[in-house]
């Protein structure tokens, strides 16, 4: 069983296209985020949700907009998408301060 | 404000040979610290972590890491390298006076190259 899945793991969409990648993790995490890597690999965090409250929020456009129905999921849903929003999008999950963050597989996002 | 430090971009050794990756940190109090892979076209992997203890940790593939508070370092070691080790190495820190929500600062990377 995977531990984080995202979906999808491809998506090429056009300029000015909203589109949404889920993340589901059934680890029992009470903590889920999203990470952005850009071109040169580089990692930064996005959003942080703890029981489904929203705890981070980096300097990230208002197109981006997370979502968490429950403790389980975190959705990602980007409006009016621009050619740097083109990057990889991980999901991740962890139960407490010291403990491992788990990592989704990523989705590849390429806006032309 | 925590951060990283990767000195090396990229590190090439021969297979074999006894591999170390750099990592140095900035937290403001007491580090948790993490090392990550990442495979081409993958997501990252969780190698080992230091929380308190014994400043040697073991992790996940014969890698191992020291964690030195006197230099704010937490280098990455493994005593014989393999072609198969060869990806990118993440270092990431996490500040303990932080909430359980607060994430990771990751370093840029190194490129870890094995050579047969």
């Known amino acids: 069983d995977t531990a984080v899945s995202q979906t999808p793991k491809y998506l090429v969409t056009q300029m000015g296209n909203d589109k949404s990648i889920k993340c589901e993790q059934n680890?029992?995490?009470?903590?889920m985020y999203w990470y952005k890597q850009d071109s040169k690999k580089f990692l930064k965090i996005m959003f942080s949700y703890n029981n489904k409250e929203l705890i981070i929020n980096e300097t990230v456009p208002n197109r981006f907009s997370p979502k968490s129905p429950d403790k389980a999921h975190l959705n990602l849903h980007i409006n009016s998408l621009e050619l740097g929003d083109s990057a990889v999008y991980f999901c991740a999950s962890s139960q407490g301060a010291g403990n491992t963050i788990y990592f989704g597989e990523g989705s590849w996002l390429t806006v032309v | 404000a925590q951060s990283v430090a990767q000195p090396e971009d990229q590190v090439n050794v021969a297979e074999g040979n006894p591999l170390t990756v750099k990592c140095t940190y900035s937290v403001s109090g007491n580090p948790y610290l993490f090392w990550y892979v990442q495979y081409p076209n993958r997501g990252l992997q969780f190698l080992l972590k230091y929380i308190t203890g014994d400043n040697l940790v073991k992790g996940s593939y014969g890698f191992e890491a020291e964690f030195n508070k006197s230099q704010t370092s937490f280098h990455l070691k493994k005593p014989s390298a393999l072609v198969s080790d060869s990806a990118l190495y993440f270092c990431?820190?996490?500040?303990?006076?932080?909430?359980?929500?607060?994430?990771?600062?990751f370093g840029k990377g190194t490129h870890l190259i094995i050579q047969p």
């Open positions: 990431a820190v996490r500040d303990r006076a932080g909430g359980g929500a607060d994430g990771l600062t």
């Open positions: 680890l029992g995490h009470d903590t």
